[in-house]
């Protein structure tokens, strides 16, 4: 068996799936498989009102729970909701949603703040939910980008699309180093 055809095929016979592609993994592993392995690319899905949309997993430092206290900043923008003490570090709270110009985001049960792993810019983005890991494969990628009602589309750099679903890859960082981000004060 040589192609993922073959493996649907023994979708009913569990026990020979799982030793197909446990030999699989292991020709792969030995540098043995027929023709290269191709290429996953691993995000972190997220959704900012009813869009859904995904960032690559080294751009997140960590998933966190909206913390329960923070601290409002005086002269600062109201998309800065304020700073949390999350474990002795100070973290900034963004409204994404907010910043982008499409509304407050409903604090909800699902709210999570997305920790952006940025060498100089810390920030917690408050987004509605966060739907996990995210698995594509190379050729589910493109580069075009489309409008999104959230009005984030100077921040995306692609979509990955698989079947009726579309992910559009949101760039943290160009987020975070933009002159919107960086000028938090209330104008």
């Known amino acids: ?3 993922s055809a073959d493996l649907a095929a023994l979708v009913e016979q569990p026990f020979e799936l799982l030793a197909e592609m446990e030999r ?10 027929s023709g290269s392995m191709p290429s ?11 869009e859904q949309f995904v960032a690559n997993r080294e751009q997140v430092r960590e998933v966190l729970m909206l913390p329960e206290n923070m601290t409002r900043v005086p002269g600062a923008s109201r998309w800065l909701l304020g700073i949390a003490n999350l474990r002795g570090h100070l973290l ?11 509304g407050r985001t409903t604090l909800r049960r699902t709210t999570r703040v997305i920790s952006i792993n940025h060498r100089e810019v810390p920030a917690g983005l408050v987004v ?9 494969m190379d050729h589910e990628f493109a580069n075009e980008t489309r409008e999104t009602i959230v009005r984030c ?4 750099t692609g979509v990955y699309q698989r079947s009726d679903e579309s992910w559009p890859v949101f760039n943290l960082s160009d987020l975070v180093e933009s002159n ?8």
């Open 1 to 3: 068996m040589s192609s």
């Open 153 to 156: 589309d100077r921040f995306l």
């Open 24 to 33: 699989r993994s292991r020709d792969a592993h030995a540098g043995q498989g």
């Open 128 to 136: 509605d939910e966060v739907l996990g890991f995210r698995r594509f």
């Open 180 to 187: 919107v981000f960086l000028q938090a004060s209330a104008e």
């Open 40 to 50: 996953e690319w691993v995000g972190v899905g997220f959704r900012i009102g009813e």
């Open 92 to 102: 900034p709270l963004i409204d994404l949603k907010l910043m982008l110009g499409s």
